[in-house]
């Protein structure tokens, strides 16, 4: 048997047969509904359902469509002069990218309409053009 065909076969011994982005995107889910529950369920909620007026929730949100703009709330926070409730977000500085593509790749599959799995490229270039 050649290299390749052993490494898919190890690949392959699981529950099914997943390629290496199928795998990555798992990944991501896991990693980022860690970095959800640690920095952002405390206000959102566990299930994204939000605190009556307090919080918004993130389940279904049609905010989630444009992830360019999460990923500056997230990173830059929302101030209270822009914020629609009138409370602010705080910041979340100490976010890596790889660590808020993770978190929007979550926030996508499990509260969004878009499913789109984002890369921490994504994430720098989204950055760079923040508005506010
Ligand atoms: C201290 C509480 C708090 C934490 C922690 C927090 N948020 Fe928020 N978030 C808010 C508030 C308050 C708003 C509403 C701001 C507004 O009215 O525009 C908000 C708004 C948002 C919005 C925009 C929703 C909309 O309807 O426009 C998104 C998306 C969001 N948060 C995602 C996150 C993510 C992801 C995290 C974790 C990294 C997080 N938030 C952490 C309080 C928080």
Do not use: W
């Given at each position: 048997?050649?290299?390749?065909?052993?490494?898919?076969?190890?690949?392959?011994?699981?529950?099914?047969?997943?390629?290496?982005?199928?795998?990555?995107?798992?990944?991501?889910?896991?990693?980022?509904?860690?970095?959800?529950?640690?920095?952002?369920?405390?206000?959102?909620?566990?299930?994204?359902?939000?605190?009556?007026?307090?919080?918004?929730?993130?389940?279904?949100?049609?905010?989630?469509?444009?992830?360019d703009?999460?990923?500056?709330?997230?990173?830059?926070?929302?101030?209270?002069?822009?914020?629609?409730?009138?409370?602010?977000?705080?910041?979340?500085?100490?976010?890596?990218d790889?660590?808020v593509?993770?978190?929007?790749?979550?926030?996508?599959?499990?509260?969004?309409?878009?499913?789109?799995?984002?890369?921490?490229?994504?994430?720098?270039?989204?950055?760079?053009?923040?508005?506010?």
């Amino acid at each position: 048997m050649n290299k390749l065909l052993l490494v898919i076969s190890i690949a392959c011994m699981g529950v099914s047969c997943t390629s290496a982005d199928e795998l990555e995107y798992e990944q991501y889910l896991v990693n980022g509904e860690a970095i959800y529950k640690a920095e952002c369920a405390n206000c959102h909620g566990q299930k994204g359902e939000g605190l009556r007026n307090l919080y918004p929730a993130l389940k279904g949100n049609g905010a989630l469509e444009n992830s360019d703009k999460v990923i500056c709330s997230i990173k830059n926070g929302i101030s209270a002069d822009k914020a629609k409730s009138s409370q602010a977000m705080p910041p979340n500085a100490k976010l890596f990218d790889l660590d808020v593509a993770q978190l929007v790749t979550y926030l996508n599959k499990e509260f969004g309409s878009n499913k789109d799995k984002i890369t921490d490229k994504q994430v720098k270039m989204a950055l760079d053009n923040c508005r506010d």
